[in-house]
């Protein structure tokens, strides 16, 4: 495209279209909080990912003699209640907590965006699908998610083994319950955008329902729906957690930082550090996917990128 | 003139908007915005819509185009009948209505570019490459007097007048023949107004286009249009050719909406005797019985208050619906409907 243009091109200061995306990141590079945030979720995501290649100790490991050992050359983060290495079980945990909260928020982000915007456009749909969500806002979560979990448990860790099992069922209950904000959000902003004239224009070129949603209506949602995707990991990792805790979730020996935050939890007078870890680890991801959320979404508005 | 082919007939067009109330949301009225309108466009003319705020002139230009499904009527453009069809058979006739909008604010998607903008049609009806493609975009923003290195800005970076140039380019990127401008220049500085109407104006000569122009300016569509039809609450209450509405215009309203245009000149302006129409247009979901205009018009009679006036052609080319003119012999037999129209203008 570009070597095409320039025989056109005559004037020096000229330069044919690029790619969009060349202006979304130039934009991004300019908001200081998004790099940090991006620094900061890559080198989480390289902790757990890489972490447990150099650092190769089994976080199933137990070994009473050394339990609830402070930091030490042998365990930089020191030992929990059965002596497993909390520095490894933190890597592995990491895994799997920033994997559920990435795939959950992602399900829960597909669900409400597209029932929002089928809400929003389609006159037809918009009773009956806001009364779902309605309906899905008003069902007790917890209780749900048990239900969930206890019927289809066994069957899902049957067909796909008991981790892969339990990842997804996971995933999809917290994606379940969670997309109606979302698709709150997004049928109100495009109810508003498909009255305006540029919808209309597109009509009058004949551009189709599908391709006049996908070009000219989601993009003008992305700004709320990437603040409720950044919001969803967080609760994401923390229902992860909740779930964990009422034993619900994955098997006892595999970690998550939701499950060592919670077995933490009963030593946290004598040991507060194991609390701390895990906790601090959900927080900076949370808070910096907020960041990178946040730039994201100046620089994907035109209107805010080159100020 | 007379051999003129017709580009667009629209015969009998009604465009009702259902109004739903109660808990079961009955359907209890319609508004009537478009209440059984007949206009021919010819190829290479510009007709004018003139009329207030309100009285269906920019329904009426959606409906032609058949942005929204007609309550009735039929819609011939190119010859092609499209009153009743579906909106994916409709596509394929796309390329040859395109529409100009109102707002330039609002009829350019913020989230594109400049180029992507024009493209829109290229990339719906055509199969060409990317550098073809930008060949025409950058063909077509020469076209409309815009700089080729605004390509890749978002419209937010542009003036009023550059964004109708914008819309006007992505109108006119498929080649069509009929071009609908709801009000482009409403919008405008006074002095944009004159660049876009002219810029209108040029593409027309050079391209051979035929414009429905949808305005409330009175001076604007008298230099700009060949005929003008009037609108008032639904209805076209008179089309003329342009010298012959404004000089001797024949239905009541047309007569006080002409009075109203201010004169440049301050001793004209000062003489001027101004028809003050008496109260408010009625709701277009309860229009009055008979005549439309007969609760405002200055020479009502009795037969206004009961029987809706024929829309009738007076002179050659000059169509009213008035019941003053019911024993028009002189100027040519009452004539119904306006099935004769083609040996006009």
């Given at each position: 495209?570009?070597?095409?243009?320039?025989?056109?091109?005559?004037?020096?200061?000229?330069?044919?279209?690029?790619?969009?995306?060349?202006?979304?990141?130039?934009?991004?590079?300019?908001?200081r909080?998004?790099?940090?945030?991006?620094?900061?979720?890559?080198?989480?995501?390289?902790?757990?990912?890489?972490?447990?290649?150099i650092?190769q100790?089994?976080?199933?490991?137990?070994?009473?003699?050394?339990?609830n050992?402070?930091?030490?050359?042998?365990?930089?983060?020191?030992?929990?209640?059965?002596?497993?290495?909390?520095?490894?079980?933190?890597?592995?945990?990491?895994r799997?907590?920033?994997?559920?909260?990435?795939?959950?928020?992602?399900?829960?982000?597909?669900?409400?965006?597209?029932?929002?915007?089928?809400?929003?456009?389609?006159?037809?749909?918009?009773?009956?699908?806001?009364?779902?969500?309605?309906?899905?806002?008003?069902?007790?979560?917890?209780?749900?998610?048990?239900?969930?979990?206890?019927?289809?448990?066994?069957?899902?860790?049957?067909?796909?083994?008991?981790s892969?099992?339990?990842?997804?069922?996971?995933?999809?209950?917290?994606?379940?319950?969670?997309?109606?904000?979302?698709?709150?959000?997004?049928?109100?902003?495009?109810l508003?955008?498909?009255?305006?004239?540029?919808?209309?224009?597109?009509?009058?070129?004949?551009?189709?329902?599908?391709?006049?949603?996908?070009?000219?209506?989601?993009?003008?949602v992305?700004?709320?729906?990437?603040?409720?995707a950044?919001?969803?990991?967080?609760?994401?990792?923390?229902?992860?957690?909740?779930?964990?805790?009422?034993?619900?979730?994955?098997?006892?020996?595999?970690?998550?930082?939701?499950?060592?935050?919670?077995?933490?939890?009963?030593?946290?007078?004598?040991y507060?550090?194991?609390?701390?870890?895990?906790?601090?680890?959900?927080?900076?991801?949370?808070?910096?996917?907020?960041?990178i959320?946040?730039?994201?979404?100046?620089?994907?508005?035109?209107?805010?990128?080159g100020? | 003139?007379?051999?003129?082919?017709?580009?667009?007939?629209?015969?009998?067009?009604?465009?009702?908007?259902?109004?739903?109330?109660?808990?079961?949301?009955?359907?209890?009225?319609?508004?009537?915005?478009?209440?059984?309108?007949?206009?021919?466009?010819y190829?290479?003319?510009?007709?004018?819509?003139?009329?207030?705020?309100?009285?269906?002139k920019?329904?009426?230009?959606?409906?032609?185009?058949?942005?929204?499904?007609?309550?009735?009527?039929?819609?011939?453009?190119?010859?092609?009948?499209?009153?009743?069809?579906?909106?994916?058979?409709?596509?394929?006739?796309?390329?040859?209505?395109?529409?100009?909008?109102?707002?330039?604010?609002?009829?350019?998607?913020?989230?594109?570019?400049?180029?992507?903008?024009?493209?829109?049609?290229l990339?719906?009806?055509?199969?060409?490459?990317?550098?073809?493609?930008?060949?025409?975009?950058?063909?077509?923003m020469?076209?409309?007097?815009?700089?080729?290195?605004?390509?890749?800005?978002?419209?937010?970076?542009?003036?009023?007048?550059?964004?109708?140039?914008?819309?006007?380019?992505?109108?006119l990127?498929?080649?069509?023949?009929?071009?609908?401008?709801?009000?482009?220049?409403?919008?405008?500085?006074v002095?944009?107004?004159?660049?876009?109407?002219?810029?209108?104006?040029?593409?027309?000569?050079?391209?051979?286009?035929?414009?429905?122009?949808?305005?409330?300016?009175?001076?604007?569509?008298?230099?700009i249009?060949?005929?003008v039809?009037?609108?008032?609450?639904?209805?076209?209450?008179?089309?003329?050719?342009?010298?012959a509405?404004?000089?001797?215009?024949?239905?009541?309203?047309?007569?006080?909406?002409l009075?109203?245009?201010?004169?440049?000149?301050?001793?004209?302006?000062?003489?001027?005797?101004?028809?003050?129409?008496?109260?408010?247009?009625?709701?277009?979901?309860?229009?009055?019985?008979?005549?439309?205009?007969?609760?405002?018009?200055?020479?009502?009679?009795?037969?206004?208050?009961?029987?809706?006036?024929?829309?009738?052609?007076?002179?050659?080319?000059?169509?009213?619906?008035?019941?003053?003119?019911?024993?028009?012999g002189?100027?040519?037999?009452?004539?119904?409907?306006?099935?004769q129209?083609?040996?006009?203008?």
């Amino acid at each position: 495209m570009t070597d095409a243009a320039k025989p056109l091109n005559p004037d020096e200061a000229f330069r044919p279209p690029r790619n969009q995306w060349w202006d979304v990141w130039d934009q991004f590079k300019t908001h200081r909080g998004a790099l940090a945030g991006l620094a900061v979720f890559v080198s989480i995501i390289l902790f757990v990912l890489v972490g447990p290649m150099i650092w190769q100790v089994d976080p199933g490991q137990l070994n009473i003699r050394m339990r609830n050992q402070g930091p030490s050359w042998d365990y930089p983060l020191g030992t929990d209640q059965l002596g497993r290495d909390l520095l490894a079980r933190l890597m592995y945990g990491g895994r799997i907590s920033v994997a559920v909260g990435l795939v959950a928020m992602f399900l829960g982000l597909v669900i409400g965006t597209l029932i929002g915007v089928l809400a929003g456009y389609f006159k037809l749909l918009d009773s009956p699908l806001m009364r779902l969500t309605d309906l899905f806002l008003a069902l007790p979560l917890l209780p749900l998610l048990l239900i969930l979990v206890a019927l289809f448990r066994d069957t899902l860790a049957r067909t796909f083994g008991e981790s892969i099992g339990v990842f997804f069922l996971i995933c999809f209950a917290i994606a379940i319950t969670s997309w109606m904000q979302t698709a709150r959000i997004v049928r109100g902003d495009v109810l508003a955008l498909k009255e305006r004239e540029y919808v209309l224009a597109a009509r009058s070129i004949g551009t189709p329902s599908l391709r006049i949603n996908t070009r000219h209506v989601l993009p003008n949602v992305l700004s709320p729906i990437m603040v409720s995707a950044t919001l969803g990991i967080a609760s994401a990792i923390i229902t992860e957690s909740a779930l964990s805790f009422l034993g619900l979730g994955f098997p006892p020996d595999f970690p998550t930082w939701g499950r060592i935050l919670y077995e933490g939890r009963d030593w946290i007078e004598q040991y507060p550090a194991r609390v701390v870890w895990p906790g601090l680890l959900i927080s900076l991801t949370v808070l910096s996917v907020n960041y990178i959320g946040d730039g994201l979404r100046d620089a994907l508005d035109p209107r805010i990128r080159g100020r | 003139m007379a051999e003129q082919r017709k580009l667009v007939e629209v015969r009998d067009l009604k465009m009702y908007f259902p109004i739903n109330t109660g808990i079961l949301r009955r359907h209890t009225g319609d508004v009537k915005a478009v209440d059984g309108v007949s206009f021919d466009i010819y190829e290479g003319e510009t007709l004018g819509i003139v009329g207030e705020s309100g009285c269906g002139k920019s329904t009426c230009g959606r409906a032609v185009l058949r942005l929204y499904d007609i309550t009735a009527g039929t819609i011939k453009i190119d010859g092609v009948e499209i009153g009743a069809k579906g909106q994916s058979a409709l596509r394929k006739m796309r390329p040859t209505m395109q529409m100009v909008f109102q707002d330039p604010q609002a009829c350019l998607n913020p989230r594109m570019t400049v180029a992507a903008i024009i493209g829109e049609p290229l990339d719906e009806h055509t199969d060409w490459s990317k550098a073809k493609k930008l060949e025409r975009i950058y063909e077509l923003m020469d076209a409309v007097g815009l700089n080729r290195s605004f390509a890749n800005r978002y419209p937010h970076a542009f003036s009023g007048g550059q964004r109708q140039r914008i819309g006007i380019a992505r109108a006119l990127a498929l080649n069509p023949k009929f071009i609908i401008c709801d009000e482009p220049i409403a919008a405008l500085d006074v002095s944009i107004q004159a660049q876009v109407v002219n810029l209108l104006e040029d593409l027309q000569d050079s391209l051979g286009l035929t414009y429905m122009f949808i305005s409330h300016d009175l001076s604007m569509v008298r230099h700009i249009a060949d005929r003008v039809a009037v609108m008032y609450l639904g209805k076209i209450v008179e089309l003329a050719p342009r010298d012959a509405l404004y000089a001797t215009p024949r239905h009541p309203y047309t007569e006080a909406l002409l009075s109203a245009v201010p004169d440049p000149d301050p001793k004209v302006e000062a003489r001027v005797q101004r028809i003050i129409l008496k109260g408010d247009v009625p709701s277009p979901s309860n229009p009055p019985k008979g005549c439309n205009f007969s609760t405002r018009c200055p020479k009502v009679m009795d037969i206004c208050r009961q029987i809706d006036p024929e829309y009738r052609e007076l002179a050659p080319g000059h169509f009213t619906a008035c019941h003053l003119y019911n024993d028009a012999g002189e100027t040519g037999a009452p004539r119904y409907e306006c099935n004769q129209q083609g040996e006009d203008a």
